[in-house]
């Protein structure tokens, strides 16, 4: 009787976290979706006069179960001096910087090398490397020898210094390289000759893993108004190192910044999601009204809401996080759409799709709620 009993209430907790749709849709297991993943997202689509190709890989965590969970900030490390949010003088330890604070470790060398003067009108273009076909082996910047491989070594070397005590996993999330660099004409806009003493920094971002599943981020990077005080977590709880080698005139660039969470309840110990079908038609429905206009990745991961009552912690819930180009309408332009090396704007976004109902997070949206409201009901603790 009791075993029975125990069993009843963990289904309702489950049946609590499948809102109900408009109709019976089924749901899977991570495994389950996994697997619809694997044929990616191939199709071109015709909207508003325009052509948008996607073709691209599904990124699905390995992992047996998709646990919702609540997490605070690790930091501060106890390893060095604490400083408040935003005071204080960076701690000096054998030629780095180390700003320590309540909500982000920051890791940098100091380089003392004389900067030389760089040409008038200089713009750098970078280039955004796939995550399906980053190369942990290849260096992607422009004269500089570091590698994917090299940032996960030093992020991997900076956590565990300043964080013994916890279990540390990072996979990378973004990579971005520097590949050229020429003055630009302040009238015309024309592009002069390449910079000869240019070098390429290497930057990559890295998501922490927890519970076998990357942590992509808070809620508030998925809107694109202006957010509220954010100032316990950093709304897209990157995980960076920026590296460059030293050249005359170039100083070495060697930093790393940590944005850590640590777990800290598990409400419910598996969820079950949408279809892989059921969240492409939902970013479809964006392409179609002319607002989404360029993919260029969609993985399956973690985004955190934050808590009214409780600012210190975050509840982590499944999403699809798209990034890409978005638009306000099909009507609007910028400078980014036909560019073979865009400059970051206003219309690089991430476009969040909850995993539990297929509802895209609504990007435009920018009452106080925003940050709190969560998308499911959960279980009361």
């Not at 044929?39 to 071109?44: A, P, S």
């Not at 909500?103 to 008038?120: E, Q």
């Not at 190369?135 to 964080?163: E, M, W």
């Not at 950093?234 to 005139?249: F, T």
Request: overall charge neutral; charged content about 20%; glycine content about 6%.
């Amino acid at each position: 009787m009791k075993h029975a009993r125990k069993t009843l209430v963990l289904m309702l907790l489950l049946a609590l976290m499948v809102p109900p749709p408009g109709g019976a849709e089924e749901r899977y297991s991570i495994a389950q979706v996994r697997e619809q993943a694997h044929i990616g997202w191939k199709q071109t689509y015709h909207a508003h006069g325009r052509d948008v190709a996607v073709d691209i890989a599904l990124l699905v965590p390995d992992a047996a179960a998709f646990p919702i969970i609540t997490a605070a900030s690790l930091h501060p490390s106890k390893q060095v001096p604490a400083l408040p949010l935003g005071k204080g003088k960076p701690y000096r330890h054998e030629g780095f910087a180390i700003r320590n604070t309540p909500r982000t470790l920051t890791h940098d060398f100091l380089d003392t090398t004389k900067v030389m003067k760089y040409p008038a009108h200089l713009r750098v273009f970078t280039r955004t490397v796939p995550l399906h076909e980053v190369d942990s082996s290849t260096a992607y910047a422009l004269r500089n020898p570091y590698t994917v491989g090299d940032a996960q070594k030093r992020i991997n070397s900076v956590a565990t210094q300043y964080f013994p005590e916890a279990d540390l996993s990072f996979v990378p999330r973004r990579v971005m390289a520097g590949v050229d660099a020429r003055p630009i004409h302040p009238d015309t806009g024309a592009a002069g000759e390449p910079w000869e003493h240019f070098v390429g920094t290497l930057s990559a971002t890295f998501s922490q893993v927890l519970h076998g599943i990357l942590v992509l981020g808070t809620v508030a990077q998925g809107y694109r108004a202006p957010m509220q005080d954010t100032a316990h977590f950093a709304p897209d709880l990157y995980n960076y190192v920026s590296l460059r080698p030293a050249q005359i005139g170039m100083p070495q660039l060697n930093r790393t910044i940590l944005n850590l969470l640590a777990p800290s309840g598990v409400p419910v110990n598996d969820v079950p999601l949408v279809s892989v079908q059921r969240m492409i038609s939902t970013y479809e429905t964006l392409i179609k009204n002319g607002q989404l206009r360029r993919v260029d990745s969609v993985q399956l991961g973690y985004i955190g809401w934050y808590n009214r009552r409780d600012p210190g912690t975050l509840t982590l819930l499944p999403c699809w996080m798209l990034e890409g180009l978005l638009y306000d309408s099909a009507e609007d332009t910028g400078l980014l759409e036909g560019t073979d090396y865009p400059m970051l704007d206003d219309h690089v976004s991430q476009v969040l799709v909850c995993a539990q109902t297929g509802q895209c997070i609504d990007p435009w949206r920018a009452d106080q709620g925003r940050l709190f409201d969560l998308p499911v009901k959960l279980p009361k603790q």
